[in-house]
T-cell receptor
Framework: DQQVKQNSPSLSVQEGRISILNCDYTNSMFDYFLWYKKYPAEGPTFLISISSIKDKNEDGRFTVFLNKSAKHLSLHIVPSQPGDSAVYFCAATATSGTYKYIFGTGTRLKVLA | DAGITQSPRHKVTETGTPVTLRCHQTENHRYMYWYRQDPGHGLRLIHYSYGVKDTDKGEVSDGYSVSRSKTEDFLLTLESATSSQTSVYFC????????????FGSGTRLTVV
């Protein structure tokens, strides 16, 4: 039972364009969400987070949007750069519970120069 | 990443042998986690610790045990390795209960033959 889903295993985008990575969740108790970026042979690194009290959070080129009614979040990268090519994981947790994060299966982003 | 190291980085072992993976942190963080990463499954929590000698099970704990006798070390043991435990294992740490995300180690690639 996959509580956090990333339905697109891969995505290719031209350099300079927008990358949109999507994530869906099923557990209505989830109220805090993260995005991680992972390069080959390295551990995931924290990218950006969002609390359910917000519907948007920005950090430079990265913006995360949360649609609670649809149980959907998305990561926008504008403009995309070749160095953004990596696997992106979304993760969710219920802050009222044990605070364990459930991760999605990941989306491999390739930014074409 | 500075502050968290995993050893070994690579290991090949035979079915039925015991294996111990080590996670060492210098950040004095209270929370430590072990995840495995597999294609199509993303990152799945094996065990976690919320303090010295305080551990709990994650989503995929069968066949694994953990120990934390010191704040800085979190050991993951496969008592009798099986081929299904071939995976990349990541350790993660956090100072508060997951808020702001985890810091991950670089991973251990384990192959059980």
């Amino acid at each position: 039972d996959q509580q956090v889903k990333q339905n697109s295993p891969s995505l290719s985008v031209q350099e300079g364009r927008i990358s949109i990575l999507n994530c869906d969740y099923t557990n209505s108790m989830f109220d805090y969400f993260l995005w991680y970026k992972k390069y080959p042979a390295e551990g995931p690194t924290f990218l950006i987070s969002i609390s359910s009290i917000k519907d948007k959070n920005e950090d430079g080129r990265f913006t995360v949007f949360l649609n609670k009614s649809a149980k959907h979040l998305s990561l926008h990268i504008v403009p995309s750069q070749p160095g953004d090519s990596a696997v992106y994981f979304c993760a969710a947790t219920a802050t009222s519970g044990t605070y364990k994060y459930i991760f999605g299966t990941g989306t491999r982003l390739k930014v074409l120069a | 990443d500075a502050g968290i190291t995993q050893s070994p980085r690579h290991k090949v072992t035979e079915t039925g042998t015991p294996v111990t993976l080590r996670c060492h942190q210098t950040e004095n963080h209270r929370y430590m986690y072990w995840y495995r990463q597999d294609p199509g499954h993303g990152l799945r929590l094996i065990h976690y610790s919320y303090g010295v000698k305080d551990t709990d099970k994650g989503e995929v704990s069968d066949g694994y045990s953990v120990s934390r006798s010191k704040t800085e070390d979190f050991l993951l043991t496969l008592e009798s390795a099986t081929s299904s435990q071939t995976s990349v294992y990541f350790c993660a740490i956090s100072d508060v209960r997951g808020s702001g995300g985890y810091t991950f180690g670089s991973g251990t690639r384990l192959t059980v033959v």
